[in-house]
């Protein structure tokens, strides 16, 4: 198979169908051709990568070490692949997901271009069939679910929003052929991540940039590098180690950004004196709100933490307004995902830079010329929306997933997500997902994450392949527990607090339920959970030989 539009038309049947050709449907396929099962991927995209295939924006890149978020289940892939940057931009984490495809061979498997609409489970004949919109009707034994958890672009419900004429463009969606932004007056709607990282590449090529802020964001300098050759051939040296602490540790991590050795903080902020934080401030700058143990977890320590961090942002930021502005003041550092920059703040010390704090100014309609606010209009060529995601279940939900007696995942979630161990849905059997909700996931670094649950998928088919068993899914007072756990695990943190609107809680899409979707009981733990209740034979899962075998 190719990724030629006119794809040849599929074959019936598989072993195993994978929707989404990111980084887990690659390592998923891979996994699977190695046990001998015929496997499918399914991807919407005209080629492998998912997010590092559709965060196209300027200024997209990794927030993690690049030495660490890669695979490492190929010696020769690591050894052969050399970063050129601490944290490696989208375009060259896209041309290594190119390669690992073409190292592998994985395309002739992946049907491109095509997205799945439905997956039912067919209980008589336990197998799932699974539609496309391009009118495929497939089915296999097991689905995988590599969908991803930032892949349901999110767009703004703003009155007006169809009836713009000058270009309008999501960064997620960012199309391959770049947005001309040379000499445009540009606005972006956002702050997020994906606005923090685009807004300084922006602001070098637009005749002006004006940025629509709903929530100021905590955002820490990247110190992104070159890599050396000394800094691969020191990693080189040690991979096997380094990878077994990120598999160990709590979010997949064993490398800092420093891309040194990296220990969980243990000093604390409330046993500095006035002296001592302020001798911190000098000589960390804006990371001195990060290195402390007890700025997570103790709401007061939080709140020191933010004073120094607002003093940050009034040191860099000469407008004394928009630095007030990009303050924030209600949340808690560290209740929504880090955010990690290159020149953010600085770049709203330029003359064509400029902020519409939404909280006094909110955006009454997209005009056919630009962005109306209560206090006026403004005109512009280029609108983008930084808006975020469907985050953990918004993939999952735009398919139409109907498990026994055609219960709809949807109305199984209909109170939020629920499953057991993140990995499988009661009354869902055969239906994996990597890294859903009730897993690390996005609390991690992705890719060892994703991984571990590559890996425990595949051992968990080889298994129902070497005992004879047709049929998997989870005992639903396993589910109970589970989801009890994910929640209990929770309960207090700074995540959950009343003052964190953050997309782990859903708060983001409309409707949502308000539930803290992944798991912070750490990677480590987690990883020993799974493999114990494998090792168990499969505890709290009902496993059983299928009435009719699959056709
Ligand atoms: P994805 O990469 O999201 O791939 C899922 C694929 O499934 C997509 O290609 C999509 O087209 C396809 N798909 C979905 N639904 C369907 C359907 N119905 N039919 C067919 N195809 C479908 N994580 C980190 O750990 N570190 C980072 O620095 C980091 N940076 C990020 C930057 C951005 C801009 C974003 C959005 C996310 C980032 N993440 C990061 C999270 C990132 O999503 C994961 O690290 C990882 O790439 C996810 O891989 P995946 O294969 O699970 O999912
Ligand atoms: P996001 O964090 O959800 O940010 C979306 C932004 O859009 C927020 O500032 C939000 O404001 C704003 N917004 C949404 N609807 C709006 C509306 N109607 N009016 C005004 N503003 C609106 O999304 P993201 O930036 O794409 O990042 C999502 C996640 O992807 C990250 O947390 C991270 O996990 C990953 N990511 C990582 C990187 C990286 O550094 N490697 C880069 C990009 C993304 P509110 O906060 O007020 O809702």
Same mark, same amino acid.
């Given at each position: 198979?190719?990724?030629?539009?006119?794809?040849?038309?599929?074959?019936?049947?598989?072993?195993?169908?994978i929707?989404?050709?990111?980084?887990?449907?690659?390592?998923?396929?891979?996994r699977?051709?190695?046990?001998?099962?015929?496997?499918?991927?399914v991807?919407?995209?005209?080629?492998?990568?998912?997010?590092?295939?559709?965060?196209?924006?300027?200024?997209?890149?990794c927030?993690?070490?690049?030495?660490?978020?890669?695979?490492?289940?190929?010696?020769?892939?690591?050894?052969?692949?050399?970063?050129?940057?601490?944290?490696?931009?989208?375009?060259?984490?896209?041309?290594?997901?190119?390669?690992?495809?073409?190292?592998?061979?994985?395309?002739?498997?992946?049907?491109?271009?095509?997205?799945?609409?439905?997956?039912?489970?067919?209980?008589?004949?336990?197998?799932?069939?699974?539609?496309?919109?391009?009118?495929?009707?497939?089915q296999?034994?097991?689905?995988?679910?590599?969908?991803?958890?930032l892949?349901?672009?999110?767009?703004?419900?703003?009155?007006g929003?169809?009836?713009?004429?000058?270009?309008?463009?999501?960064t997620?969606?960012?199309?391959?052929?770049?947005?001309?932004?040379?000499?445009?007056?540009?606005?972006?709607?956002?702050?997020?991540?994906?606005?923090?990282?685009?807004?300084?590449?922006?602001?070098?090529?637009?005749?002006?940039?004006?940025?629509?802020?709903?929530?100021?964001?905590?955002?820490?300098?990247?110190?992104?590098?070159?890599?050396?050759?000394?800094d691969?051939?020191?990693?080189?040296? *040690?991979y096997?180690?380094? @990878? #077994?602490?990120?598999?160990?540790?709590? +979010?997949?991590?064993?490398?800092?950004?420093? =891309? $040194? &050795?990296?220990?969980?903080?243990t000093?604390?902020?409330?046993?500095?004196?006035?002296?001592?934080r302020?001798?911190?401030?000098?000589?960390?700058g804006?990371?001195?709100?990060?290195?402390?143990?007890?700025?997570?977890t103790?709401?007061?320590?939080?709140?020191?933490?933010?004073?120094?961090?607002?003093?940050?942002?009034?040191?860099?930021?000469?407008?004394?307004?928009?630095?007030?502005?990009?303050t924030?003041?209600?949340?808690?550092?560290?209740?929504?995902?880090?955010?990690?920059?290159?020149?953010?703040?600085?770049?709203?010390?330029?003359?064509?830079?400029?902020?519409?704090?939404?909280?006094?100014d909110?955006?009454?309609?997209?005009?056919?010329?630009?962005?109306? *606010?209560a206090?006026?209009? @403004? #005109?512009?060529?280029?609108?983008?929306? +930084?808006?975020?995601?469907?985050?953990?279940? =918004? $993939? &999952?939900?735009?398919?139409?997933?109907?498990?026994?007696?055609?219960?709809?995942?949807?109305?199984?979630?209909?109170?939020?997500?629920?499953?057991?161990?993140?990995?499988?849905v009661?009354?869902?059997?055969?239906?994996?997902?990597?890294t859903?909700?009730?897993?690390?996931?996005?609390?991690?670094?992705?890719?060892?994450?994703?991984?571990?649950h590559v890996?425990?998928i595949?051992?968990?088919?080889?298994y129902?392949?070497?005992?004879?068993?047709?049929?998997?899914?989870?005992?639903?007072?396993?589910?109970?527990?589970?989801?009890?756990?994910?929640n209990?695990?929770?309960?207090?943190?700074m995540?959950?607090?009343?003052?964190?609107?953050?997309?782990?809680?859903?708060?983001?899409?409309?409707?949502?339920?308000?539930?803290?979707?992944?798991?912070?009981?750490?990677?480590g733990r987690?990883?020993?959970?799974?493999?114990e209740?494998?090792?168990?034979?499969?505890?709290?899962?009902?496993?059983?030989?299928?009435?009719?075998?699959?056709?």
């Amino acid at each position: 198979m190719t990724n030629a539009a006119d794809r040849a038309p599929l074959s019936n049947s598989y072993d195993v169908l994978i929707v989404g050709a990111g980084f887990a449907g690659l390592y998923q396929l891979y996994r699977l051709r190695q046990l001998g099962m015929t496997a499918l991927v399914v991807e919407a995209g005209d080629d492998v990568g998912g997010t590092w295939y559709w965060n196209r924006y300027p200024g997209a890149r990794c927030d993690v070490t690049s030495l660490e978020y890669s695979y490492s289940w190929s010696k020769e892939l690591e050894n052969e692949w050399e970063w050129s940057e601490l944290m490696a931009s989208q375009p060259e984490i896209e041309r290594y997901a190119q390669h690992v495809a073409t190292k592998f061979d994985l395309r002739r498997d992946i049907a491109f271009n095509t997205r799945v609409t439905s997956a039912h489970y067919d209980e008589a004949a336990n197998c799932w069939r699974v539609t496309t919109d391009r009118g495929d009707a497939v089915q296999g034994r097991y689905a995988v679910m590599a969908t991803g958890c930032l892949s349901a672009p999110m767009l703004p419900n703003i009155p007006g929003i169809e009836s713009y004429q000058g270009v309008s463009v999501q960064t997620s969606l960012w199309p391959r052929d770049g947005v001309d932004l040379a000499g445009k007056r540009v606005a972006i709607i956002g702050t997020g991540s994906s606005a923090v990282q685009s807004i300084p590449e922006v602001a070098k090529v637009a005749a002006s940039l004006t940025v629509y802020q709903r929530t100021p964001t905590y955002t820490w300098p990247a110190n992104n590098r070159p890599l050396t050759e000394e800094d691969q051939r020191r990693v080189r040296e *040690t991979y096997d180690q380094l @990878r #077994e602490q990120e598999r160990n540790s709590i +979010a997949g991590i064993a490398l800092g950004l420093g =891309g $040194a &050795l990296f220990a969980p903080p243990t000093a604390k902020i409330l046993e500095l004196s006035e002296d001592e934080r302020r001798e911190a401030l000098e000589k960390h700058g804006f990371s001195v709100t990060r290195m402390f143990a007890d700025v997570p977890t103790n709401m007061e320590a939080n709140g020191v933490a933010r004073a120094l961090y607002g003093e940050m942002v009034r040191r860099v930021v000469r407008d004394p307004e928009t630095a007030a502005a990009l303050t924030p003041s209600e949340h808690p550092i560290g209740c929504k995902r880090a955010v990690i920059d290159t020149n953010y703040f600085e770049t709203f010390n330029l003359p064509h830079v400029s902020l519409v704090d939404l909280r006094k100014d909110p955006i009454a309609a997209i005009t056919p010329s630009g962005i109306q *606010t209560a206090s006026g209009s @403004r #005109e512009f060529d280029v609108i983008i929306y +930084a808006t975020g995601f469907d985050a953990m279940t =918004g $993939a &999952l939900n735009r398919i139409d997933i109907r498990g026994r007696g055609g219960e709809k995942l949807t109305e199984h979630w209909s109170g939020g997500p629920r499953n057991y161990l993140g990995l499988m849905v009661a009354g869902f059997p055969n239906l994996f997902t990597i890294t859903g909700p009730g897993s690390p996931s996005v609390m991690s670094n992705m890719m060892v994450s994703i991984e571990q649950h590559v890996d425990w998928i595949s051992d968990s088919l080889a298994y129902l392949r070497d005992h004879g068993i047709e049929r998997m899914e989870p005992a639903i007072e396993a589910e109970d527990r589970w989801v009890d756990h994910v929640n209990n695990v929770a309960s207090g943190t700074m995540y959950v607090a009343e003052s964190c609107h953050s997309w782990y809680l859903g708060e983001n899409v409309p409707g949502k339920i308000r539930q803290f979707m992944p798991y912070i009981g750490g990677v480590g733990r987690y990883r020993a959970k799974c493999d114990e209740i494998a090792a168990n034979g499969y505890e709290g899962f009902i496993l059983e030989k299928a009435a009719v075998p699959a056709g």
